[in-house]
């Protein structure tokens, strides 16, 4: 039996294992792939409070599960399939391959998931010329053209770091304006590497064995036009990671309802970072909900003490 067993390794997760160390909490951290989360496939991240030079991501977040393992944080690498409470208020984790944890809290910090476009071609050329990481990828694309299919802080920021190797990035957007932070905008405005097309949408990603075009379709006028492309980068938004938490507690885009203390409206189930209503997806901000849930598990655990 665990006090507290957080779900997943993100900055959540990790935030809410150093402050549950902290507090002296008997706690478990499970997490099916490497520590660290999506931000391990971050190139650089400029807006981490406490670094004046930009950090790769990699390195932020392995120095995050360091500060964790040094305070005695166990970081197990399994897969969860399902929550459930079990008998006296506990929690039963279950855990791919059988495995179960019990414990009288959790919280749940898995993240969101890239979301893919659905279109022809996408699933048959993902790993050649599809693909969702530049940081990964973006050296196979030296001297070639690509496309970038988003127009949020992360399509304009990967974007930007194909410029270091394209010789030319087509930034694919829906709408006739981008979304991302005003400084990226300009940064991209600013790129002669980057040109925009607004106002479309990718209906095909085409291709005899590896990409060769997109083929987009006008918002405006439907109009359909084919574009010579090597490789495509999408970046259109996330998914929530929650298909293994109670539905009850999900809203309408699958998100966990939480209130300011991260609690859920079952007593000791906790939700933190990207998964979360209202998150506003930032790696600051995923640490400080880590933080906050890991204080109010503390709390939690000890009402269960007193009583």
């Not at 925009?196 to 083929?215: D, L, M």
């Not at 930032?282 to 640490?287: D, F, G, L, S, T």
Request: negative net charge.
């Amino acid at each position: 039996m665990k006090e507290l067993v957080i779900v997943g390794a993100g900055p959540a997760g990790l935030s809410a294992a150093i402050y549950g160390m902290r507090a002296g909490i008997d706690l478990v951290v499970i997490e099916k792939l490497a520590p660290g989360g999506q931000v391990m496939t971050t190139y650089e991240v400029e807006n981490y409070p406490g670094f004046v030079d930009p950090i790769p991501g990699w390195e932020l977040m392995s120095n995050m599960e360091n500060q964790a393992r040094r305070l005695g944080a166990e970081i197990r690498g399994v897969e969860l399939s399902s929550i459930r409470r079990g008998s006296g208020g506990c929690f039963e984790i279950e855990t791919v391959g059988g495995d179960a944890i019990r414990a009288r809290a959790v919280i749940c910090a898995t993240g969101a998931s890239l979301l893919k476009l659905g279109v022809p071609g996408e699933a048959e050329f993902t790993g050649r010329g599809v693909s969702y990481c530049a940081t990964c990828d973006a050296a196979f694309f030296k001297e070639r053209v690509t496309a970038v299919v988003g127009g949020g802080d992360t399509a304009l920021e990967e974007a930007l770091y194909l410029t270091r190797f394209a010789s030319k990035v087509l930034l694919v957007h829906r709408r006739d304006a981008f979304r991302g932070a005003k400084l990226l905008q300009k940064r991209v405005m600013e790129n002669p590497i980057i040109e925009p097309v607004y106002n479309s949408v990718v209906r095909s990603i085409n291709g005899s064995g590896k990409v060769e075009s997109i083929s987009l379709e006008d918002t405006k006028t439907a109009a359909m036009k084919d574009l010579t492309v090597d490789g495509v980068f999408i970046f259109i938004g996330y998914r929530p990671n929650t298909e293994y938490v109670p539905g009850e507690i999900l809203n309408e885009y699958g998100e966990v309802m939480v209130d300011s203390r991260m609690r859920t409206s079952i007593p000791g189930l906790f939700a933190a970072g990207d998964l979360r209503s209202d998150s506003i997806r930032q790696i600051v901000a995923a640490a400080a909900d880590g933080a906050t849930a890991a204080l109010s598990a503390y709390d939690y655990l000890e009402s269960l003490a007193r009583s």
